[in-house]
Each structure stands twice: as C-alpha cells, then as structure tokens.
T-cell receptor
C-alpha cells in the first residue's frame, strides 16, 4: 500500500545532542511537509517542499533544518534540541500544491529530550 | 495571516448528531479542510469545501459560508470510534494548511 513512513517512531535524545528524523513516501507526491505537534495542540507547520523548492515558515527556529535528497525522502534535523522541542513530529505529503488541502500524514515520531 | 477558532471540547451521546464549528480570519483563503486525529495517531483527511455549501461523505458532512467566514463539520449517527480530535484547516495562497485550535469530541454510550 502506498503510504508515508516515519522513522523512528520514538526518539529519545539528550539536551543539545543533534537528532535526525526521517520520512519516506511511496505516494510519489511532490509536496512534503514537516509539522510539530505538542500535546493537545494543533499541528504547527515548520517547513514544506514543493519538489526541491524549500519553504521555511517565518517562525521556525534556526535550530530546525530540513533536507530532501529526492522525491521519496525528507529529513528533519534538530541541531541542538532543547526541552521545549519535545513533541510529536509529523511528516505529510500532498499530490501537488493545488491539492494541498488533502494531506497524507505519517504516523509521527515522538521526540523526548532528556 | 490566518487564525481558525474551534470549541475546545464537545460531548455527545452515541447515535446522536454533533456539529463542530470553525470560524476563521484570513487574508487569503482557498477553502476549508477537516481532519480527524485519534489520540496517539496521525491526522487523517475527512473533507474539503472550496465553495459555499454542504459536502456530504457518508456520516460526515461539512459546510462552508465564505461570507460569514464560518464552517462546520457535522457527524451523524455517532459511534464510540468517533471520539477523537477534529481540526479545521485553511489553505492559503502558498498552498499550506493552517490548522485550527482543534475540538476534542467525546462520545458517551
């Protein structure tokens, strides 16, 4: 089945220790998104790619970086995680920008910072 | 920018009908989406309204009024499995989704 896959599902890292979260998709969608979701809050968009074009949200901290080496894969790098970065990180895709209203989400990576 | 407001929590009885409202303020607006998210799960797409009016998908219907900057999700014949959080989301000219604050629906037996 075509899907969005995130690895790992759970990640524990130490304060200040870099961490990378990965997302892959078999949907062949050209738009990929990274969201941060904290408990009982809405998903908050960090950045998105339209093909290789990177779009950063104005309020996304510099501590967060992303790479998309090809259509199928996208990575979220947190360079120096703080306690406030503990959250669920969701990857999503959409077929193209004019269908961005229908996004397909992966199961998420729950990040714990100790 | 955009902001979308929803009630924080709604409780209803199994078999009943419930309406979850969403009001929005936006400088650019391309339609309203609805997503369902169970605890610990990922959001899943439910419906989309590009134009004013009602869209029906099985037990779920969604409504949009652009003139009132308002929409709602209607769930009929509620089932216990409908207990989840529901988010409205607005699409803007940059083809991003801005999610509303979310409504936690609790279905009681």
């Amino acid at each position: 089945d075509a899907m969005v896959i995130q690895n790992p599902r759970y990640q524990v890292t130490q304060f200040g220790k870099p961490v990378t979260l990965s997302c892959s998709q078999t949907l062949n969608h050209n738009v990929m998104y990274w969201y941060q979701q904290k408990s009982s809050q809405a998903p908050k968009l960090l950045f998105h790619y339209y093909d290789k074009d990177f779009n950063n949200e104005a309020d996304t901290p510099d501590n967060f970086q992303s790479r998309r080496p090809n259509t199928s894969f996208c990575f979220l790098d947190i360079r120096s995680p703080g306690l406030g970065d503990a959250a669920m990180y969701l990857c999503a895709t959409s077929r193209r920008t004019d269908r961005s209203y229908e996004q397909y989400f992966g199961p998420g990576t729950r990040l714990t910072v100790t | 920018g955009q902001s979308l407001e929803q009630p924080s929590e709604v409780t209803a009885v199994e078999g009943a009908i419930v309406q979850i409202n969403c009001t929005y303020q936006t400088s650019g607006f391309y339609g309203l989406s609805w997503y369902q998210q169970h605890d610990g799960g990922a959001p899943t797409f439910l419906s989309y309204n590009a134009l004013d009016g009602l869209e029906e998908t099985g037990r779920f219907s969604s409504f949009l009024s652009r003139s009132d900057s308002y929409g709602y999700l209607l769930l009929q014949e509620l089932q216990m499995k409908d207990s989840a959080s529901y988010f409205c989301a607005g699409g803007d000219s940059s083809y991003k989704l801005i999610f509303g604050s979310g409504t936690r629906l609790l279905v009681r037996p």
